[in-house]
């Protein structure tokens, strides 16, 4: 079996045509095959040798789309000029301006924590 010598691009495909389904479709309407149908021939065990669940690409769409506000935020943390009360507000107006909840709105995941029990466990690990 050959090897991929480009790995990143992979990734970077199975996210946009990810990115692309979540938000014509929603995200409970996509599915692990029609994430591969939108591949142009990458096969299933190429998308599951990068990622182990519809969830994880979920992850890691928000985490692409919101690497500039991470990245800001964590310039904003490391800023000793500012105090305590401006770094809270230049995070609060950093995420603000962050694709995230247009993102989430157009993307639509279930809050039923029985329909979306994985995605809401990963969000609850990362908020502790």
Avoid: C, Q, W
């Amino acid at each position: 079996m050959a090897r991929n010598k480009y790995p990143e691009e992979t990734v970077k495909k199975i996210l946009d045509v990810a990115e692309r389904l979540f938000a014509e479709r929603g995200y409970e309407h996509t599915t692990m095959a029609d994430i591969v149908a939108g591949l142009d021939g990458l096969t299933k065990g190429a998308v599951y040798h990068h990622f182990k669940s519809k969830e994880d690409i979920f992850e890691a769409v928000f985490e692409r789309a919101n690497r500039s506000v991470v990245t800001r935020a964590e310039e904003i943390l490391a800023d000793s000029s500012l105090t305590g009360l401006e770094k809270l507000r230049a995070l609060d107006e950093s995420s603000a301006a962050g694709p995230s909840a247009d993102m989430l709105r157009a993307m639509r995941p279930s809050s039923d924590p029985i329909a979306s029990s994985r995605l809401l466990a990963r969000e609850y690990l990362d908020a502790l």
